[in-house]
Every structure is written in structure tokens, then in C-alpha cells.
């Protein structure tokens, strides 16, 4: 299994600023992954990380509102930037370990006001 | 590109009844599948994973799914669900060769009354 922490658990943001999250990893991985899960849906996928390259966003994500970093193998951030109350969520990193199976993060959870 | 559909928005049942959610994919190559749960208030645990093999996985809990290619599907089944059941359930599949994301579906939420 891998253990993922994130930071902050939780923040209550105001409408405009900007929140970075942490994802830290206990052993090297090749990929990571972030992802948002607004209030009463699914988990849809931001964006994929790669170290030593820029990070790919899927469609409707854009680097200018969600830069992501990667500077090391076992460490990532995903910034949300110029908040807006739609952009409450809990946002989660994942990596894959092993054949495929995928572990995920406690989850940031965040309130945009 | 990949996509997963669970038919039932919200199901209800009461306690000892049968329980099959439903989930179909939709890819042209092999993927794996994968049923989380999300109690409420807390975050997602993997409930079983189908990878090769047998195509009926067991998991936690009394959970089991079954893989058939043919339809494209991979159900959740239990036989008698319990209270501490509920929760809301997400099918989930990437594709087989390494380092891919999930692609979830929307998610069933399973209420389970006394």
C-alpha cells in the first residue's frame, strides 16, 4: 500500500485568493494524480503529474487556474487560483503502486466564501 | 476514452435485503475495475478490484463483483446488506498498462433502513 498525506486537511477560503495543497508520498512514484470532488458528486480528474515534466490537464482544467508542481518523485502541490465559491471541493491526490491499484489521499477539503 | 456508468442514482433497502448495483465501461482495450465506498463524512476506501483471473472478485465486507467482458459490466453484489451499509458507491476503471488514472462513474447512493 502507499501512505499519502495532504495538507491542509480543511481551509475556509475567500472568494479571489488562492489555496496551494500538498501531497506527500511515503516512497517514489512515477505518476501522481489530483482530483476534485464537488459537493454530492463524483471524483473527476484535474490533471496527471509527471516529475520533471509539465503536468497534463484533462478537459475543462486549465493550468492558469490549477498550476500544478512536481519538483520530486514522492512530493506534489495543485494550486487553486482566484477562488470562487464554485470551486469548493475536496481535492485529492492518488498514485498508483503495484499493478494498477490506485491509493488515494485523506483529501483536502475546501469552502470558498 | 474511457467512461463508466452506474445505472441507480439512489437505491433503497431494507436491512437483510439483496443488494446488485449495476456498472457498465465503455473501452476498447483492457482495463481494470474497481467499487469504492464513501461512508458519509469520510473518504474513499477501495471495496475490491478486478485486475485477471476469476472474473468473481470477493472484497471487504461481505462484497463481491462480477467481471463479464462480454456485457461490459462489473456489478456490485452483497447478499444481505446492513445498516452500516450505507454509503455512496463508486465503480471505477483505468486501463491495464500502468500508470493510468481512474475514470469514475457517477456514484450510487445505497440507503439502507431498518
Known amino acids: 500500500s502507499a501512505v499519502i498525506s495532504q495538507k491542509p486537511s480543511r481551509d475556509i477560503c475567500q472568494r479571489g485568493t488562492s489555496l496551494t495543497i500538498q501531497c506527500q508520498v511515503d516512497?517514489?512514484?512515477?505518476?501522481m494524480f489530483w482530483y476534485r470532488q464537488q459537493p454530492g458528486q463524483s471524483l473527476t480528474l484535474i490533471a496527471t503529474?509527471?516529475?520533471?515534466?509539465?503536468?497534463?490537464?484533462e478537459s475543462g482544467f486549465v493550468i492558469d487556474k490549477f498550476p500544478i508542481s512536481r519538483p520530486n518523485l514522492t512530493f506534489s502541490t495543485l494550486t487553486v487560483s482566484n477562488m470562487s465559491p464554485e470551486d469548493s471541493s475536496i481535492y485529492l491526490c492518488?498514485?498508483?503502486?503495484?499493478?494498477?491499484?490506485?491509493?488515494f489521499g485523506p483529501g483536502t477539503r475546501l469552502t470558498v466564501t | 476514452a474511457q467512461s463508466v456508468s452506474q445505472h441507480n442514482h439512489h437505491v433503497i433497502l431494507s436491512e437483510a435485503a439483496s443488494l446488485e448495483l449495476g456498472c457498465n465501461y465503455s473501452?476498447?482495450?483492457?482495463?481494470?475495475l474497481f467499487w469504492y465506498v464513501q461512508y458519509p463524512g469520510q473518504h474513499l476506501q477501495l471495496l475490491l478490484k478486478?485486475?485477471?483471473?476469476?472474473?468473481l472478485v470477493k472484497g471487504i465486507k461481505g462484497f463481491e463483483a462480477e467481471f463479464i467482458k462480454s456485457k461490459f459490466s462489473f456489478n456490485l453484489r452483497k447478499p444481505s446488506v446492513q445498516w452500516s451499509d450505507t454509503a455512496e458507491y463508486f465503480c471505477?476503471?483505468?486501463?491495464?498498462?500502468?500508470?493510468?488514472?481512474?475514470?469514475f462513474g457517477k456514484g450510487t447512493r445505497l440507503s439502507v433502513i431498518a
Open positions: 471505477a476503471v483505468n486501463a491495464a498498462r500502468g500508470n493510468t488514472p481512474l475514470v
Open positions: 492518488s498514485v498508483n503502486r503495484g499493478q494498477d491499484e490506485q491509493y
Open positions: 473501452y476498447g482495450g483492457t482495463v481494470n
Open positions: 503529474a509527471n516529475q520533471g515534466s509539465e503536468a497534463t490537464y
Open positions: 516512497s517514489q512514484v512515477t505518476m
Open positions: 478486478y485486475f485477471s483471473g476469476d472474473p
